[in-house]
């Protein structure tokens, strides 16, 4: 299975169940990727029959930016949901993560993996 992926989209939202945290923005870091077919894109030069990461990249920067979450878990799980509408994808992997969330730590966060038939 191929794979189309990106890496570190960096957006800023409310996320977190401080009282600070649910009244200022914060980094949230998104990596994804989404297992699917290229093979009829890469011999037709067309991207019609692909998933375009960039209209994917922009819903899940505009979801991230207004959800509001508490959680990351939360965060990730309508993110999973958000690709797999795409009939193209087959499977996907959406890790979020918070940078600087944790004291020492330079990020923390979750990652889901969800296929289509689950």
């Known amino acids: 299975m191929d794979k189309v992926f ?4 960096l957006v800023r939202g409310i ?6 945290e649910r009244k200022k923005t914060q980094d949230i870091l998104i990596n994804v990727t ?3 077919d290229t093979s009829r894109a890469g011999e037709t030069d067309d991207i019609t029959y692909s998933v375009d990461y960039s209209s994917l990249a922009k819903k899940m920067q505009s979801h ?3 959800a509001a979450r508490l959680t990351v878990e939360a965060l990730a799980n ?5 690709c797999l509408e795409d009939e193209m994808v087959k499977k996907v992997i959406v890790r979020v993560e918070k940078p600087g969330a ?3 730590a330079k990020s ?3 990652e889901v993996e969800r296929s289509r038939d689950e």
Do not use: N, Q
């Open 78 to 82: 309508d993110l999973v949901k958000l």
């Open 108 to 110: 923390v966060g979750v």
């Open 64 to 66: 991230a930016e207004t």
């Open 15 to 20: 996320i977190g169940i401080r009282e600070w």
């Open 6 to 9: 990106i890496k570190d989209l």
């Open 34 to 36: 989404v297992f699917t």
């Open 102 to 104: 944790v004291r020492f």
